[in-house]
């Protein structure tokens, strides 16, 4: 069974930075594209960043470029993102995700599909 588990979220001030990370378990994490996304209440779950199975490709939503970033440990089966400069805007539930996973309720970023995911952990950015 594939496990999915962020951690790093919280309470931080505009402008700090904040690293979230994501273990997985059930799965090897070697071989799986990997992304995070976020999603606000009542909006839909939008794509961050993804990243290939070696970590030598990545993708960001446009908008977010420059102040994120995506980065993975295959030895500790980790993936990661910094969020440098954080704005109010940027608070949202984080979720990490696998790539694959069943078919129906899939979605779609950069070049792979998602729906393996984890409960995802909160960042609240006070202004």
């Known amino acids: 069974q594939v496990q999915v588990m962020e951690s790093g979220g919280g309470l931080v001030q505009a402008g700090e930075s904040l ?11 070697d071989l799986s594209a990997m992304a995070w996304f976020r999603q606000a209440p009542g909006k839909e779950r939008e794509g961050v960043s993804c990243i290939n199975r070696n970590g030598e490709n990545t993708y960001y939503e446009y908008s977010l470029e420059g102040r994120f970033t995506i980065s993975r440990d295959n030895a500790k089966n980790t993936l ?5 400069s954080l704005k109010p805007e940027d608070s949202d539930m984080y979720y990490c995700a696998l790539a694959g996973g069943p078919q129906d ?11 393996y995911w984890g409960q995802g952990t909160q960042v609240t950015v006070s202004s």
Request: glycine letters at 12%; aromatic letters at 18%.
């Open 80 to 84: 990661y993102l910094r969020i440098d």
């Open 19 to 29: 690293t979230l990370s994501c273990t997985v378990s059930g799965l090897a994490f």
């Open 105 to 115: 309720g899939s979605i779609y970023f950069g070049s792979c599909r998602f729906n």
